[in-house]
């Protein structure tokens, strides 16, 4: 078994943890995110994002991609 040591520990890859991990980096603290899933979805999950989420996202660099 093998141990790994991570100030953070995020679980689940949806949009709160996804964004949880890029404000982190952001700021320098290293985290590690586990999740059950291989990687994104390729189908859009999130139906509604509100001006403030899109602020934040504009702040980390990817609403752009969100919006396209």
């Known amino acids: 078994m093998t141990s790994i040591e991570t100030p953070v520990l995020i ?3 949806g949009g709160a943890a996804l964004t949880a991990s890029m ?7 290293e985290s590690l995110l586990v999740s059950a899933l291989a990687s994104t979805s390729v189908l859009p999950k999130a139906h509604v994002l509100n001006q403030h989420a ?3 996202l504009t702040d980390v660099g990817v609403a752009e991609e969100i919006y396209a």
């Open 11 to 13: 679980v689940g890859g």
């Open 23 to 29: 404000l982190l980096s952001k700021i320098g603290v």
């Open 54 to 56: 899109m602020e934040i």
